[in-house]
């Protein structure tokens, strides 16, 4: 018997007039385990620097020098995904299951050639990047093995991210949600067990939330090829050979990502170099303060993932009105969200900071610069979901201009100026006034039509 969820998703492939109310219901039903998902995620970050942390600032400072490049990494795995992603989505929306079960078989042999070309590229690179990035003698031999495990693993973890966006894309949002709550779970043992029962210490980390992305892929790529009922793989038989067409849209839409998170991630690492001269205790602080910010923005990519599978849905069905409605509510959403977590954050600040570490100096830089941030996070929950509903409808390249633009000018460019004489302060005070622009960008592009322009399918 079909649920809420199944009668409302079906209401947009059908054509259905769907009230206000209903609207509202469904991104409600989409994006909780949505953001339960993205709290799994981020307490398993927590967890992740919580025990790192408890070994001292030195070993945060090594897991801080390479968390850029780990974003960047990451962040192609994830790019490469959504390019197969959105086409499933819109072909659901469309009613073309056979279609959008022919993208995920070509999606899988893509993402696991692209995903094991990286891997091999960041194990490659992992003993200079530490050098690259400016970091003391002191972190060195840490960071650099904390960053090869993880490239080692990254065929996992693409398989996590894509096999979750797969099933987000076909409105199934509880079966990822709850996968990733077990792999937070995983995450605490492995990691208890590798960092302090066998005493690896920093690899220790890395070797256990590898391992906990085994298991969750594992169990997604079940519940994704083998249960879900829409891209179920044994309802038909299809190549699994890459097709042009499909690829061709794909790199449609992931190309614009892909060069977004170069050069956006690209800036996070120069950041990294401003960073990086002011000591320890400052480069420690920021990564926690980063890790504890992710409790505020949390419901904000949450509402991302619910807006780019109706946005991807309601233009599968040749619905843009709809689209456009979808888009307003999930926005208006995550923001407000966000605003009252940032509240919170702004007056709890040195108590998140003490869940991650335990040094004083570093817990009172982290607290007054979360409290700076907290003033940006309402139009930086815009900037997060706005974006993910253009992702739904294919418009990757605008909205990835906007962020480079963003980025580049206003935050690199206010870095170098205020934090020589701020200090971390003054780096923090740049990332707040440029994620407000942001947010004032991507709200004036959503209220745009040329967003909605073009249909994939």
């Known amino acids: 018997m079909a649920g809420t969820k199944d009668i409302l998703l079906g209401k947009i492939r059908s054509g259905a007039e769907m009230s206000g109310g209903e609207q509202l219901r469904l991104c409600l039903l989409l994006s909780l385990p949505a953001i339960l998902a993205q709290f799994s995620t981020i307490l398993m970050e927590y967890i992740d620097a919580g025990m790192v942390g408890r070994l001292g600032a030195t070993q945060a ?51 696991l050639a692209f995903s094991g070309a990286l891997s091999l590229l960041g194990m490659g690179i992992a003993n200079a990047l530490p050098r690259w990035l400016g970091g003391g003698s002191d972190i060195v031999a840490d960071a650099s093995a ?15 991210f894509t096999g979750g966006a797969m099933l987000q894309a076909s409105g199934n949002m509880k079966v990822p949600s709850l996968l990733n709550v077990l792999m937070c779970l995983l995450d605490v043992g492995f990691n208890y067990l590798f960092i302090f029962t066998l005493g690896l210490g920093v690899k220790g980390a890395a070797l256990g939330t590898g391992l906990a ?19 179920n793989l044994r309802q038909d038989r ?13 790199f449609g839409i992931s190309g614009p990502m892909w060069l977004q998170n170069l050069i956006m991630r690209g800036a996070y690492v120069c950041s990294t170099v401003i960073v990086a001269p002011l000591g320890t205790i400052a480069i420690a602080a920021n990564s926690f303060a980063i890790i504890a910010e992710s409790f505020c923005y949390m419901p904000g990519y949450g509402m ?21 409605h979808f888009a307003f509510i999930t926005t208006g959403m995550g923001a407000g969200m966000m605003t009252l977590l940032a509240a919170l954050m702004f007056a709890l600040a040195p108590q998140l900071m003490e869940l991650l570490t335990t040094d004083p100096e570093v817990i009172a830089l982290g607290a007054q610069v979360l409290r700076i941030e907290a003033f940006a996070e309402t139009l930086y929950g815009v900037s997060i979901v706005a974006y993910g509903a253009c992702v739904g409808a294919g418009d990757t390249l605008v909205p990835s201009a906007l962020n480079l633009l963003s980025m580049w000018v206003v935050r690199i460019g206010l ?18 006034v440029e994620l407000n622009l942001r947010g004032l960008l991507f709200a004036a592009r959503l209220r745009g039509h040329k967003w909605l322009a073009k249909t994939l399918i």
């Open 238 to 250: 299809g190549s699994f050979f890459p097709e042009r067409k499909c690829l061709r849209t794909a």
């Open 61 to 111: 400072a090594s897991i801080g020098l390479v968390s850029t490049t780990t974003w960047i990494f990451g962040g192609f795995c994830m790019a490469t995904g959504s390019g197969f992603s959105v086409q499933v989505a819109q072909r659901i929306g469309a009613d073309d299951f056979t279609g959008a079960r022919q993208v995920l078989r070509q999606a899988l042999v893509c993402v």
């Open 146 to 160: 904390y960053f090869f495990i993880y490239a080692a693993f990254l065929p996992v973890m693409q398989l996590v």
């Open 213 to 231: 992305e085994v298991v969750t892929a594992v169990l997604m790529l079940y519940f994704l090829c083998v249960r879900s009922p829409e891209l």
């Open 304 to 324: 991302e993932e619910a807006a780019t599978t109706l946005v991807g849905q309601s233009a599968g069905a040749r619905r843009k009105d709809l689209a456009r």
């Open 415 to 432: 870095a170098l100026i205020l934090t020589p004489r701020f200090g971390l302060t003054g780096y923090w005070i740049a990332m707040c």
